[in-house]
Every structure is written in C-alpha cells, then in structure tokens.
C-alpha cells in the first residue's frame, strides 16, 4: 500500500507583496509602455497546438468523482452576520456643508480599464473635496489594450451620481464656455502651466494642498493626468475616506441599460429552463409561463482574466507547447521591449511564488476540490481567452452548467455593448455582484473591486490562494485526496471573511473599517 503524503503548503513571506505590487503596477506601466504600439491586430495564425490538459489525473479524478465525495453542506450558504455594516457617516455628524465658495475646476484624466478608472473616479471627489473644487466629470482615456472610447455618462448613470454626491462637492458635466480650451488635445500637444503632470503614486492630502490648490487659485481650473493611484489610502481625514467608499458604493451606479441587461441574466441564472418547463414561448398567449413557482437557483460568477496580454506579463508556462511560448514572448518584446519583471524567474518560481493566474482547468480543479460539482451552475465572466475554446472547454468538461453572456442572451439584447470592453465589463461587475459566490482567477483589478464591494455588502466570495495553488499544481504526483483537503484548508478563511485594511492597503478592496461599523 502507498504511503499517504500530506502536502505540505510552503509559504512565501514576501508573495503577498509581490502579487500587490504587480497588481498595482501592472495597470500603470501599461499605458506607458503602450505609447508607441500601434499595430496590435489580433493575430490569425494558430500559435499553440491546442493547448492540453496539464493536470490530467486530477483533472480525471475530478471528473469521476461520485458526488458522495460529501459537498460540504455551508458551500452555498450565505455568509454569517459578521457584525459589520457600512457606515458611511452622515447621519450622527452632520456632513461637512458645501463649500462657501468654489477654487476652481478640477479636471482628472483616467487610464486603465473599468476598474482602475472606477478607483480614479473616487479618488476625484475625495480630492475635489479637500482643495474645495467643482469636480468635472471625469474623462475616461481609452485603453490601449481594451480600445473602449465609452465616456463616463456611457457607462455610470451621471444624474445619479451627482444628486448622491450633491452635499458633498459640486460637480458639472461639462466645463464652462470660459474654459472650454481645456481639453485633452490641448494637453497632449504643449506644456501647460494648468495641467498636473508629477503628482507622484498615492500623494498625501497636503501635497494636493500645496502643489495643485495653488494652481487652481491662480488659473481657475486644474487638470491632472495621470491620475490613477495617485492618492494615498493612509493619513487622510475619516469622512474623506467614507466619501471614498460613498461613491464607490453608493454614487456609482451603471447606466440603465446595463442593469437591465445585468437583471436579464441574473434572473436566467435563477430561474433556468428546465425539461418540464422549456424556456419556448406559449404561441396562443404569447406569454412565458416558466418560472412558475419554480425555485430560484443559485450560481458562482468566476471572472477569468486570461487574454494574450495577461498570459504574456506572467511570464507563465500554459502547457501550449513551444508554439505558445515563443508568441508570448514575441509578444513581450514587442509591448514591453522584454522588460517585464516575471521573466527573470522561472516557471517553477512564478508557480510557487503565486505569481501565474489561472488558468480555465485550474480555476475549475479548484471549484472542484471545494465541493462544486457538475450540477453547479457557472456564469464566466470573461473577456477574450487566450487560447480560446480549446481552453474553455476543459472548464466546461467540469462544469457542463457554465454560461456567459453570449450564451443568456441574443445578440440583439447585447448589441449597445456590443465589442465594448468597458460595457461588457461592466454587465460582468453587475452579474458579479448579484451572485451567490464569486471567484477570480487572478487577483487584478477587477478581483479587488468585487472583494472589496461584496465585502460591503456581506457576500461570499472565495479568494484563491495562488501560492498554495501554484505549489499544488507543481507536485505531478498529488492524489485527488491531497489535492482536495489541501485546497479545502487553505481555503477555510478565504470565502468572505472580513478582513481588516492595513496601512498601504486599498479601502477599495478592504473597505472596513474606514468604511464599516461594528454594529
Ligand atoms: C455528473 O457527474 C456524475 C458523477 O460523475 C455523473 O453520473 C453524471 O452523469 C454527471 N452529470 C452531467 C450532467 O454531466
Ligand atoms: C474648504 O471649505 C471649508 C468650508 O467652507 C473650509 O473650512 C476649508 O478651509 C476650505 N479648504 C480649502 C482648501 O479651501
Ligand atoms: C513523483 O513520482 C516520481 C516518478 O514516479 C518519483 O520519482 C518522485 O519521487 C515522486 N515525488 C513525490 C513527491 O512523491
């Protein structure tokens, strides 16, 4: 008989670090490395021979696995009252009024996708508030990997945004006639003395102070770019780090489209066709009469951020053969001119240090050793994934139950979102919050901004630990049992608790308790 091993977790003291510093800089130090490429056509050509399977016999074991395997009974239970609600102030202490008077007009421009551009948003109005200026509604840059020109009033439902934030800054839509010289061509083609262009990553409320106030009361207006992460999570006053959180969570709301494309899907979620009551049309009333008294079910989001891009930063192996290896880093050298941090270490090194994202089979094992099952039913939100279906298709094995948006709804219902990365993304942050559980397959933006708003609002979400997992995937010899109980306790305290921020940290994706009370 074999001996059982344990898997033994190593863990990596600095990784948390690492992966935090790779998650804030991925974003932007892409912009800029972005400046001078131009040609990015998606490429036609097969670069990898379909990529295969990498862990087949747990993948095997995984799949043959009798459902007495016992799912554990709180997997789709709600999360415990964990004695935190948001507190945004506001009602004890009445809110600091509106200014007497207005310094100027602040204008920011944001890069970075939905996400970093949703952060940017809210530092803003935190910074609007502390130099007393009248916050123009942002301008969202387009992404050069993305190449989604949607403004903000595309994407958020603006009126709502600025009758929420009403007692907090002044905000217009639009700059007056008097400053209508201030637009983005008239930055990009001079030195002008009003635009900010060295506010240095994460600056204090005193540096706004002295380095753009002044500017705003000599010229009247003030224009800062670049303006992603350029305001410090620590040292600020207490109702300036609610404001934050106010309009992460309160003012930022998506356009009505979106939310009713969002409740589409979400109710196709819960209420799916079932062979008793097909998802047709009654001819005769033109009615649908599924759903009748049929019990709402319940689904895991998993966002997958797998594109050519992020498979090329990690450095990563993704088993797609030499083929692949070689178009990832033809494709690094061509953004990055090589020069991408991950590459001086090896795969081995990437793995167990937590530093590769997931790939589609992976995020599906570890669905798997947690308890899902092929009953579970799954809604990827995803953009583009590298390597395409072959790719899916191994999470789908897993998980036949796996939807998208593609595939809850017809083309004419996606047509406003339609090759609109921000829109789609946005649809995807909707669906996500109104899921029962949330996982991501790599801890990026948009993994942070659902941890930190599910955390408000108390919903389960399961954090993968990428060290453990990358140092799981390593060992070829791991048992289905290993692998499970080793997943399953290094998982214990990664579903929803609430954790504190601590100093540096971002309080949008640790929102307590800057955000939060005990009640
Ligand atoms: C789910 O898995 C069980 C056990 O392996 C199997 O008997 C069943 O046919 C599968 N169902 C689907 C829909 O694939
Ligand atoms: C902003 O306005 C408030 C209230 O009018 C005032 O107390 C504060 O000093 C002002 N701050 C700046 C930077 O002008
Ligand atoms: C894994 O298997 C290989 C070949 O069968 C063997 O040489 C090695 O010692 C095993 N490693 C572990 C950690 O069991």
């Known amino acids: 008989m074999e001996k059982m091993m344990r898997f033994q977790y190593k863990p990596v003291r600095r990784q948390e670090a690492i992966v935090g510093l790779f998650v804030l800089l991925f974003p932007v130090l892409l912009p800029c490395f972005f400046a001078s490429f131009s040609h990015a056509s998606p490429s036609t050509f097969l670069e990898w021979s379909v990529p295969k399977p990498r862990h087949l016999q747990l993948l095997s074991s995984a799949l043959q696995r009798e459902s007495s395997d016992g799912e554990p009974t709180d997997l789709w239970a709600p999360l415990a009252d964990q004695g935190w609600r948001p507190c945004l102030g506001g009602s004890v202490n009445a809110p600091p009024a509106l200014p007497q008077k207005s310094e100027g007009y602040l204008q920011v421009f944001l890069d970075g996708g939905l996400n970093q551009q949703r952060m940017g948003i809210c530092d803003a109005v935190a910074v609007a508030k502390i130099l007393n200026a009248t916050l123009v509604i942002p301008y969202l840059e387009v992404n050069p990997v993305w190449q989604d020109s949607s403004s903000f009033m595309d994407i958020f439902d603006v009126d709502h945004f600025i009758n929420v934030l009403k007692d907090d800054i002044s905000i217009v839509k639009e700059l007056p006639d008097d400053f209508s010289w201030s637009t983005r061509e008239y930055y990009a083609t001079a030195i002008r003395p009003t635009r900010i262009k060295r506010a240095p990553v994460h600056a204090s409320a005193n540096w706004y102070l002295e380095n753009v106030l002044p500017?705003?009361?000599?010229?009247?207006?003030?224009?800062?770019?670049?303006?992603?992460h350029r305001l410090s999570?620590?040292?600020?006053?207490?109702?300036?780090?609610k404001l934050r959180c106010k309009v992460n969570f309160k003012a930022l709301v998506f356009v009505p489209h979106i939310r009713a494309l969002g409740d589409a899907l979400v109710h196709r979620l819960r209420y799916p066709p079932t062979e008793s009551q097909p998802l047709i049309t009654d001819d005769l009333t033109g009615t649908t009469d599924r759903n009748v008294k049929q019990m709402p079910q319940k689904f895991v989001v998993v966002h997958l951020r797998f594109d050519k891009d992020m498979a090329a930063h990690s450095a990563c192996d993704f088993g797609g053969g030499k083929a692949e290896k070689l178009a990832l880093a033809k494709y690094r050298q061509r953004i990055w001119g090589g020069r991408v941090l991950n590459s001086q270490f090896t795969d081995e090194e990437l793995r167990s240090q937590g530093r590769c994202p997931l790939t589609p089979e992976e995020i599906g094992l570890l669905l798997a050793a947690l308890g899902f099952d092929n009953s579970t039913r799954l809604y990827l939100a995803s953009h583009k994934v590298y390597g395409g279906e072959a790719r899916i298709s191994t999470l789908r094995d897993q998980f036949p139950k796996m939807e998208s948006k593609k595939s809850l709804a017809s083309s004419e219902e996606r047509v406003l979102i339609k090759g609109k990365a921000?829109?789609?993304?946005?649809?995807?942050y909707y669906v996500g919050m109104h899921s029962d559980i949330f996982v991501s397959a790599s801890p990026g933006n948009m993994h942070n901004a659902l941890v930190g708003h599910r955390t408000f609002e108390n919903l389960k979400t399961i954090r993968p630990n990428m060290p453990l997992l990358g140092q799981l995937f390593l060992n070829k010899n791991i048992t289905w049992l290993e692998f499970r109980q080793a997943v399953v306790e290094g998982h214990q305290n990664r579903q929803g608790q609430l954790r504190l921020r601590k100093p540096?940290?971002?309080?949008?994706?640790?929102?307590a308790p800057d955000c939060m009370c005990q009640a």
């Open 215 to 228: 500017v705003l009361q000599s010229n009247g207006i003030a224009a800062i770019s670049p303006f992603s």
């Open 233 to 241: 999570f620590n040292n600020l006053p207490s109702e300036i780090q």
């Open 422 to 428: 921000s829109l789609l993304a946005a649809v995807d």
């Open 504 to 511: 540096k940290q971002s309080i949008y994706t640790y929102p």
